[in-house]
């Protein structure tokens, strides 16, 4: 079966880094996105990595091992604003998103 | 409009009652996918469309069933609704002939009740 997993809470300080962790077994593999969902709102779309290394966008970065079924989403410099769910979704040989339950992040001041 | 438009915001449906959830977009896009949302579970594809005039059924389909008469307009009807498809339903699209990461853009979802 298809797979992906994410802790299911995380709490931070405001200004502090976070990492959030994807682990994932999918039937193929045609890349990996991390999305932002704050509560009561669509998902929108952060970051994407199909390639294994990390990439920089800003105050987030994102970190992909294929080798590991493994991947990260870094958010640095933490803001109020950053309390939402982030969700993992690996893009499976149907060229469909198999998605996390995603990760609550609850940011304290 | 800008971007994808879903209707209605939320609604409370009697088990039994057909419904149709409305999602338009504006994009061009030619893929388009209804998820629905539920608590502790992640998003889940019930049908998803390539191109206009194609369906295809995705994890949870049973119950649901969608049409794409045109590029952008992609219903999804529930032809006699039960409890269990209580839920938060999200429309979204991408584009598939843009070579790059076609990511998936969604609209503000549905709040479906069934009592």
């Known amino acids: 079966g298809q797979n992906i997993d994410q802790p299911t809470e995380m709490t931070a300080t405001e200004g502090a880094i976070v990492q959030i962790n994807c682990t994932y077994q999918?039937?193929?593999?045609?890349?990996l996105f991390w999305y932002q969902q704050h509560a009561g709102e669509a998902p929108t779309f952060l970051s994407y990595?199909?390639l294994d290394g990390l990439e920089e966008k800003g105050r987030f970065s994102s970190f992909l091992s294929r080798s590991k079924g493994y991947s990260y989403l870094l958010l640095k410099e933490l803001q109020m604003k950053d309390s939402a769910s982030y969700l993992c979704?690996?893009?499976?040989?149907?060229?469909?998103?198999?998605w996390g339950a995603g990760t609550k992040l609850i940011i304290k001041p | 409009i800008a971007g994808i438009t879903q209707a209605p915001t939320s609604q409370i449906l009697a088990a039994g009652r057909r419904m149709t959830l409305r999602c338009t977009q504006d994009?061009?896009?030619?893929?388009m996918y209804w998820y629905r949302q539920d608590l502790g579970l992640g998003l889940r594809l019930i049908h998803y469309s390539n191109t206009a005039g194609t369906t295809g059924k995705g994890e949870v389909p049973d119950g649901y069933s969608v049409s794409r008469a045109n590029t952008d307009d992609f219903p999804l009807t529930l032809a006699s609704a039960v409890p269990s498809q209580t839920s938060v339903y999200f429309c979204?699209?991408?584009?598939?002939?843009?070579?790059?990461?076609?990511?998936?853009?969604f609209g503000p979802g549905t709040r479906l009740t069934v009592l």
């Open positions: 994009m061009r896009h030619n893929a």
């Open positions: 990595n199909v």
């Open positions: 979204a699209s991408s584009d598939s002939s843009s070579g790059d990461y076609n990511e998936q853009f």
């Open positions: 999918t039937s193929g593999f045609n890349g």
């Open positions: 979704a690996v893009r499976d040989s149907n060229y469909q998103l198999i």
